[in-house]
């Protein structure tokens, strides 16, 4: 159920637009990840027309018969290689990729930097063109920037792939010569349009979270409206705000923060995870003992690569609370004990680690939070 109340808001977000034919480099239909997509139809030629351009695969105006345009920003740089296949055998399809020379999405910036128009030679058997028919796009194993009209010595419907990197904007006109069906597109390489955000998630406090208190998120000068979700055991669990925004956590434990906003239409999800500790109510002494009075040692042995331990010193009995965790915020072990007046020597649970890593272990007791590190080695 919170999946598909997160999806119903993103889809409301996203712009009305997404409902057009994409014929027209203006409409181009934006891509946010390199997942694989299939489209059933293409609608004909754009109200624009000639929009294409000149192009190394074609000698005059390209041709638009029926196109279609989409676009994408590369987040995660790497290889840039697809695969576009006819949903209808027999069909043909053509296709040019622009770069965007500033990175935006605007059109007249475009820059062909691969194309392929390959297909059948015309008066000549099937024979001679089966290498140019069927599926086409950007391979790591073509080394030819552009394909021209029929099938001529090493013609196979593929041109080189792309070295992309983030930042970079592309177009990606599909031009299906033969008929209006549509096709599927899969992205072989593997650099990403998933968006990335450089902005922040900020906290208003760097003292612990304890479970109820309320605090403040927010994006440090930034003043765009935000979709945030806060999950399950949060109050509220979404929320839509443009100046900081405030939640509480019922449940102690490691809590992911998730915010979304749009850009060139993509949902970017930026996260932040943080550690929402237990109000821990200390028992009532005959003596009033102040929490000051507690003394917890450093880990020791550290490094450690079996067993750790940590010294605590308390006057009173009372319970405390060690949560361990990674640098990343996740939960390593959570232990509850009871203390006893004097000096104890107590065991740290450091779970299952299958890997050298540090460490934070975190001791509560009442409204006292102390902090150590350890370094965890695997034998």
Known sequence: MKNTLTLIFLLFLLPVADAQFHSDCSSAKPLCSN??????????????????GSTDCYS???????????????GTPGELAFTLTPKQDGDD?????????D???????????RCAVSGENQGQSRSTYSACMGATGLRASATD????????????NFVASIVAQEGESYLLYVNNYASKVGFTLEFTGDADFTPISEEIIALSTNEPIMVGQEVEVHTPESKKAYFWEFGEDATP??????????VSFS?????????????????????????VYERVQPEVAATTTRVSDIQVGQTFPNPSSDKAYINITTPVSRTAIILIADVLGRQISRTEVELVAGEQQLPLDLGRLQ???????????????????????RP
């Open 103 to 113: 990175g935006s999405n605007d059109c007249s910036l475009k820059e062909p930097v």
């Open 237 to 246: 669990v979404f929320a839509s705000s443009q100046t900081a925004q405030t």
């Open 60 to 74: 005059g105006l390209f041709p638009e018969n029926n196109g279609m345009w989409l676009r994408w920003t590369i």
């Open 251 to 275: 449940r102690p434990g490691m809590h992911e923060i998730k915010r979304y906003d749009l850009k060139n239409s993509c949902a970017i999800m930026t996260t932040k995870s943080v550690m």
């Open 145 to 156: 920037f552009a394909e021209r009209r029929g099938c001529y010595g090493a013609d196979d």
């Open 35 to 52: 997942a694989t997509v299939t489209f059933d139809a293409f609608h004909g030629r754009g109200a624009v027309r000639n929009e294409v």
């Open 93 to 101: 399809l053509d296709f040019v990729i622009f770069r965007v020379l």
């Open 355 to 377: 890997q050298t890593q540090n460490l934070f272990v975190n001791v509560q007791i009442g409204d006292e939070q102390f902090q150590r590190r350890l370094l965890y080695l």
